[in-house]
């Protein structure tokens, strides 16, 4: 049993990190599903694409999905202009894929509108508290990160 310190610590953490999270999710999928009329599926494609993830193989197996429902919703991002297929001549089976420019001119104003957002939430805290969070923050990543 942790000690009382570290149980007060982690009921905090779960108080939280996850409603934080959740919320900022439910922001960014909110605006990638009305601004942009994606699904939450087609969002997370993209999401890993940016991120560097380019085959439908790799982004099923990063996001525990089926391949088939990789493939659909790349072959909705194709169609929609969002996302390009390559050619492999070492492998016709590997077709790497790519965020065009509008795929990243969306996946960029999406993403500003969700820093928007959480700057308006951060902008709440004066700059003394603006600090501590950024102390607290710097703890978490080397807590769960390092």
Same mark, same amino acid.
């Not at 999270?21 to 969002?43: C, K, P």
């Given at each position: 049993m +942790? *000690?009382p *310190?570290?149980?007060t610590?982690?009921d =905090?953490?779960? *108080?939280t990190? +996850? +409603?934080?999270w959740?919320?900022?999710? %439910?922001i960014?999928r909110g605006? %990638?599903?009305?601004?942009?009329n994606l699904t939450?599926? &087609?969002? &997370?494609?993209? =999401?890993?694409?940016r991120r560097?993830i @380019?085959s439908v193989s @790799?982004i099923a197996a990063d996001?525990?999905t089926?391949?088939s %429902?990789?493939?659909?919703a790349?072959e909705?991002?194709?169609r929609r202009?969002?996302?390009?297929?390559?050619c492999n !001549?070492d492998?016709?089976?590997n077709? !790497?894929?790519?965020?065009?420019?509008?795929? &990243? /001119?969306?996946?960029s #104003?999406?993403? #500003?509108?969700a820093?928007a957002w959480l #700057? *308006? =939430?951060?902008? /709440?805290? $004066? +700059? $003394?508290?603006?600090e501590q969070?950024?102390? @607290?923050?710097?703890l978490?990543h080397? %807590?769960?990160?390092?």
């Amino acid at each position: 049993m +942790p *000690e009382p *310190e570290i149980e007060t610590l982690i009921d =905090r953490f779960w *108080e939280t990190v +996850p +409603p934080v999270w959740h919320r900022t999710r %439910a922001i960014i999928r909110g605006v %990638a599903a009305e601004r942009f009329n994606l699904t939450v599926e &087609q969002f &997370q494609v993209l =999401r890993r694409i940016r991120r560097g993830i @380019a085959s439908v193989s @790799a982004i099923a197996a990063d996001s525990r999905t089926s391949r088939s %429902a990789v493939s659909r919703a790349v072959e909705a991002l194709v169609r929609r202009g969002l996302v390009t297929r390559s050619c492999n !001549p070492d492998d016709r089976r590997n077709l !790497p894929l790519a965020l065009t420019d509008e795929g &990243q /001119r969306v996946m960029s #104003a999406i993403y #500003a509108e969700a820093e928007a957002w959480l #700057a *308006e =939430r951060l902008a /709440r805290l $004066d +700059p $003394d508290e603006r600090e501590q969070l950024q102390h @607290a923050l710097s703890l978490l990543h080397k %807590a769960f990160l390092l």
